[in-house]
């Protein structure tokens, strides 16, 4: 049998399954107005449990166009964040992906970069898929720069489109593309 690489687990991360209990944590990052407001476009306002029923701890389904994981430390298994790859459709193999390091413990750690590191390996090696794209907020400088790290390439700019206290701000698109991933993994 040949020696394959490890799945969703790094030296200090894994990749878990979402549980329903996560979505208490959900509720609570939701909360936090600098998590939420760097994590997404939406308008932002502190969720309930329940607000997140429909997609926390669900058995996935056949043939399913997202895949999401809790972010859990190793070896204490602390659920610090999420991961998620959605819009997954074949045959075009070209999700977006979504992360962010909820408890506010652990931002700035390199926890983010490392979890995207293991989600490409599964997109890219397990699921197939030809590249793997996202969406941040042009104000999110330390996202910017994980991913610029990580690999992504910024593919266009939607100038203004995103409304924060009273201003408009860029929302950056970046992608990467698997022979990209694999020269950068090595």
């Known amino acids: 049998m040949p020696p394959f690489r490890r799945l969703f687990q790094s030296e200090r991360l894994e ?7 996560d979505r208490s944590l959900f509720a609570q990052w939701s909360h936090d107005s600098d998590y939420y407001r760097n994590l997404d476009d939406d308008s ?18 056949q043939n399913a166009d997202s895949q999401s994981f809790m972010i859990a430390t190793r070896p204490a298994g602390v659920r610090i964040g999420f991961i998620a790859l959605f819009d997954l459709k074949y045959p075009n193999a070209a ?5 962010g390091i909820g408890d506010v413990a652990y931002r700035g750690q390199g926890y983010g970069g490392e979890a995207i590191g293991l989600l490409l390996d599964y997109a890219f090696d397990e699921l197939g898929v030809y590249r793997v794209g996202l969406s941040v907020m042009a104000y999110n400088a330390p996202a910017i720069r994980t991913y ?35 020269a950068k993994r090595g």
Not at 95 to 99: D, E, F, G, Q, S
Not at 162 to 170: F, L, N, T
Request: glycine share 10%; net charge negative; no cysteine.
């Open 148 to 182: 610029e790290r990580v690999g992504f390439t910024h593919e266009g700019t939607r100038r203004g489109a995103v409304w924060r206290e009273g201003a408009r701000h860029d929302l950056h698109f970046y992608g990467i593309l698997r022979d990209e991933w694999l």
């Open 15 to 21: 990749l878990v399954p979402q549980l329903p209990e």
């Open 44 to 61: 932002i306002r502190p969720l309930s449990a329940e607000s997140f029923e429909s997609w926390v701890g669900r058995a996935p389904q």
């Open 95 to 99: 999700p977006m992906m979504a992360v």
